[in-house]
């Protein structure tokens, strides 16, 4: 079409403009019915149930390769054109969105126990990705992102109380931030070693992840029967 780079980044403008004016609208609109004790701010320390929630979501995204990575593997070794690439992102995009609406459902029903299946698709979009069925991997690489931005960061408001909230989410994204740095340049140093080595990196962060969430429900049943 004659289109390149430039045009196309300039195009995403658009949406940026229409996300800042629906976040100002939704910020006019919303009325919040909790009551913050601003007192209470300096004083009240988050728990060891949130702590443990933290350690999960670092855990749970350390052994997810990154889409850049995929699209690299994809390129050198001629697993699809050129072109297909960016439209395998289309696809695990959109497959992100409708992530987010099933896994939030989810959450409303089953709260926190949902998360568990996080865990376990994560070294199944490894192996499917590199080996078994590309456009599988890819698929389950955009529902785990979905999971990972819908409802592990939802979780955070169960957990947190509304006079912490905020400063509860800056824990959670800087957890999330340092764990996907770290866990995506181990898994590129791996790459060059063997794509078993990835998945064995991911199996066990995920098996970790699992372990630590497991506990953290658990602390968080004997809380609740305590309160």
């Known amino acids: 079409m004659g289109f390149g780079y430039r045009d196309g980044f300039l195009l995403l403008f ?16 919303y009325v919040s019915e ?23 979501a670092v855990l749970a995204v350390m052994g ?3 889409f850049q990575l995929l699209a690299y593997h994809f390129k050198i070794k001629s697993v699809f054109s050129d072109e297909l690439i960016p439209l395998l992102y289309v696809l695990a995009m959109g497959v992100d969105a409708v992530s987010a609406i099933l896994s939030g459902k989810l959450f409303d029903r ?21 080996k078994l069925n590309p456009v599988a991997g890819v698929v389950l690489f955009g529902f785990i992102l979905g999971i990972h931005e819908s409802v592990v960061r939802a979780g955070v408001a169960e957990l ?20 996907f740095f770290a866990g995506s340049s181990l898994i590129g140093y791996l790459y060059d070693v063997s794509i078993d080595a990835v998945f064995c990196f991911s199996f066990v962060t995920s098996v970790l992840a699992l372990i630590v969430l497991c506990v953290m429900l658990n602390a968080k049943h004997l809380h609740s029967e305590r309160s």
């Open 160 to 179: 947190s109380g509304a006079e912490k909230r905020a400063t509860a989410y800056g824990i959670l994204n800087t957890g999330i931030g340092v764990g």
């Open 34 to 56: 909790e009551v913050v004790d601003y007192k209470k701010m300096s004083s009240k320390k988050f728990g060891r149930v949130f702590w443990l929630y933290i350690a999960f």
């Open 14 to 29: 658009i949406p940026a403009v229409l996300m800042l004016l629906t976040l100002n609208f939704a910020r006019l609109s």
């Open 64 to 66: 997810l390769v990154n």
């Open 110 to 130: 089953f709260g926190l126990k949902c998360l568990t299946i996080l865990p376990l698709l994560t070294p199944l979009s490894v192996i499917f990705s590199f």
